[in-house]
DNA sequence: CTCAATTTGCAACATTATAACAGTTCTTCT
DNA sequence: AGAAGAACTGTTATAATGTTGCAAATTGAG
């Protein structure tokens, strides 16, 4: 069973999630159309799941929460919502945590840097194209030539850190 | 039951692997005895079915190729094993793969880049220092603390872009 | 309206990983 | 050497994550 939880305090502050979670949906709505693909009750009902939390979110996790609700779905019903939201770019897969999260930039950008704290489990999204053109360069001096790139680092987040500072 | 993948062409050219496993297992060995560690039997043949493979392994192949040899092994012995070997930064999880690879670097380094050819599996892990810097210095402009970062690229080795060339 | 394609529902199953506890081996200390 | 404690391994069971294959329903195009 999933328990939710609680929202760091970092994330109340100065974060006004209701309109984030709007700006997203409409934003993802927009995309489907641009690339003619249909966001579905489903898939839009597990993309706000997944940006209602500003955590990872396993796909169990979002079974539960949506066995909450009317429907009953199975692992492959949210397996297959999973897949269409990560191919057009609306959510990234966490690996190391075998989990899920919003993407902040659905349009364009491949290959952003995760900065997972490992104390309260948020996650922040960096792109910072200078690294991955440097790995890029790196890359092709072996011959190997990159396609996509996900970098995952673990360590403190900003409220975190003042906390064990303490 | 796992069936040995071939060794790709890239590998056999130019490479002494046999050589290649007895050089890790003798650093394997001497960064234990410096750390006070046990090399046990069991985790050093672990090691050397890992590094055996240039392509990352997952926990049930290495089960199944230890069940063709004396010992039957349940999962949690190779689990167990693998963990003491990633403690000691012998061998590193991929885990967009949930497989395990030999750490051609045992003594330092954190945050190795890991280039994943999508067409043979094959992977080789860079180690470019400065792209662990510049991560750090864009995290920290954030308040985040990074304690270990990992990067997954996947793409085509050079063997493997030739070979779709033709 | 009908056909074809896409999406969803559903049952069964495959793969990956862990918990809990018992037995064994190794090390250290006397 | 012998005893005590720590580390390692064995074993059973189970949890968590992800997939296959096929049937039913929905959607969109002509």
Redesign the pocket.
Known sequence: MHTPREIPAALRRNHDHARCIEDALAAAQDLCRREG??F????RRVFEIVWASHTPL????ILDILAGEG???????V???LD?LQTHGLVH?IPSL??YIGCVDPGGHHGGQYLICRNCGTVAELTDEGLGQRLDARARDHGFRIESVLTEAVGLCPACTRESAA
């Not at 579905?40 to 898939?43: A, E, Q, S």
């Open positions: 693909a249909r579905t009750p489903l898939r396993g796909a169990y996790a429907r009953r779905p199975m692992p492959p019903t397996y297959r919502a269409f897969r075998n989990a």
